[in-house]
C-alpha cells in the first residue's frame, strides 16, 4: 500500500492538477492542510470552489485524507476563534477530513483539524484518544498541519517552531507515522529535514517549493520505505530501520 503525501499547496492550481495525475501510482492522497491561500489574488470563496472540485476529482480515483491548516480558515466559533467550516461541510464521497478517520486493511489515517483556543485543542485530544482506544493491529498514522516541536521537521531555518501539544499527543498515544506541513523550508535545511523520529514515531514534512510540481513524499507501507521529491531530487529511508 502507497500513500502519497503532499501539503501546502497554497491554491497552486498546476501542483493540484499534477496530484490528480500522480495519484495514479498509489492508494491514498493525503494533504496535509493549506490548500488555499489567503494571501492570494482569487478570493477565498472562490478558492474554496475550485478546490473542493479539485478534491472531488481525485477521490473518483483514490481515497484522500485532508486535513485544515492556517490558510484554509474561512469561519469563526462564538468564542472567536477561526477554523475550515468549508471542509467540514464539503462532503464528498471518499474524502476524509477533520476528525475523521480513513480505515482499511493496512492502515488509519486520523485526520486533526487545524485549532485555535483551548476548547478547540481539547476536542483534538479527545478525538485521538478516542481513535486510540479503536486502534488495531494496522498502522496508525495522523494527519496534523503543523510538525512536533523539537522535530527536525519543524525547523524553519531559525529556530524549532512546531507544535508542542502535538509533541506531547505523541509522547502519549505513539502513533507509527505522523504526517504534516506548514514550515515550507524545513527540509531544504541543513538543521532540518522532510523526516524524523520521535522514540519509535516516524514524522514527515514533504515542504514546499513555489514550481507546477509539489514537493511530496511517498510512504510504502508494504515495503517499509518513504521516499522524498523535489526540485533539488530525491532521497529514501528505510521505516525498518531506526533513527
Known amino acids: 500500500?502507497?500513500?502519497?503525501?503532499?501539503?501546502?499547496?497554497?491554491?497552486?492550481?498546476?501542483q493540484f492538477d499534477w496530484l490528480c495525475?500522480?495519484?495514479?501510482?498509489?492508494?491514498?492522497?493525503?494533504?496535509?492542510g493549506d490548500l488555499l491561500d489567503i494571501a492570494g489574488h482569487a478570493d477565498l470563496d472562490t478558492q474554496i470552489v475550485v478546490v473542493e472540485k479539485y478534491l472531488a476529482r481525485l477521490a473518483a480515483l483514490k481515497p484522500v485524507a485532508v486535513c485544515s491548516g492556517n490558510?484554509?480558515?474561512d469561519a469563526e466559533s462564538a468564542d472567536g476563534?477561526?477554523?475550515?467550516?468549508?471542509?467540514?461541510?464539503?462532503?464528498i464521497d471518499?474524502?476524509?477530513?477533520?476528525s475523521q478517520?480513513?480505515?482499511?486493511?493496512?492502515?488509519?489515517?486520523?485526520?486533526c483539524p487545524w485549532w485555535e483556543g483551548k476548547d478547540a485543542c481539547l476536542l483534538v485530544r479527545q478525538f485521538l484518544e478516542a481513535e486510540s482506544a479503536r486502534r488495531e493491529s494496522t498502522k496508525w498514522i495522523w494527519l496534523y498541519h503543523a510538525p512536533p516541536s523539537g522535530a527536525k521537521t519543524s525547523w524553519n531555518g531559525k529556530v524549532f517552531s512546531g507544535d508542542p501539544f502535538l509533541a506531547e499527543m505523541i509522547e502519549q498515544l505513539e502513533?507509527?507515522?505522523?504526517?504534516?506541513?506548514?514550515?515550507?523550508?524545513?527540509p531544504f535545511q541543513a538543521e532540518g529535514s522532510w523526516y524524523d523520529r520521535i522514540h519509535n514515531t516516524w514524522v514527515f514534512n514533504p515542504g514546499h517549493q513555489i514550481a507546477s510540481i509539489?514537493?511530496?513524499?511517498?510512504?510504502?507501507?508494504?515495503?517499509?520505505?518513504?521516499t522524498w521529491e523535489s526540485g533539488q531530487g530525491d532521497e529514501n529511508i528505510s521505516l525498518a530501520s531506526s533513527a
Request: aromatic share 8%; charged share 20%; glycine share 2%.
Open 1 to 14: 500500500m502507497r500513500l502519497l503525501v503532499v501539503s501546502d499547496l497554497h491554491y497552486s492550481l498546476k
Open 21 to 32: 495525475q500522480r495519484c495514479a501510482e498509489h492508494d491514498v492522497v493525503v494533504i496535509a
Open 71 to 73: 490558510h484554509d480558515l
Open 81 to 91: 476563534y477561526s477554523f475550515a467550516e468549508w471542509l467540514g461541510y464539503a462532503a
Open 94 to 98: 471518499n474524502v476524509f477530513v477533520d
Open 101 to 111: 478517520t480513513f480505515r482499511n486493511e493496512l492502515c488509519m489515517i486520523s485526520v
Open 175 to 186: 502513533p507509527d507515522i505522523v504526517l504534516s506541513g506548514h514550515i515550507h523550508n524545513s
Open 214 to 226: 509539489p514537493t511530496c513524499i511517498s510512504i510504502d507501507l508494504d515495503a517499509m520505505e518513504a
